[in-house]
């Protein structure tokens, strides 16, 4: 009787056992990576919004700061992007 089981379901760390998932975890692990993406562009835009405002309220330069600050930041957010690249 207990052979019967060991032939119907392998146990968790064999390869037949990978075979039986729906959506294999490697798929999974990248979906979840990529979709940190969008995330980095909106927090960076709005991250360097927020100090290149703040910059223009204290040196009075009012579009270049935020330009400055909008650059700056997408620029950190695509160095982070291809942090990432590189971790898959």
Do not use: C, N, Q
Not at 16 to 22: E, I
Not at 44 to 69: E, H, K, N
């Amino acid at each position: 009787m207990s052979e019967d089981k060991a032939k119907d379901h392998p146990p968790a760390g064999t390869d037949a056992h990978k075979s039986t998932d729906l959506i294999p975890r490697e798929f999974l692990r990248v979906i979840a990576i990529w979709s940190l993406v969008p995330a980095y562009v909106l927090a960076g835009a709005f991250l360097g919004w927020l100090v290149g405002l703040w910059l223009d309220r204290w040196f009075y330069a009012t579009p270049y700061a935020i330009a400055v600050g909008l650059i700056l930041a997408l620029g950190m957010a695509v160095r982070d992007m291809l942090r990432l690249r590189d971790t898959l």
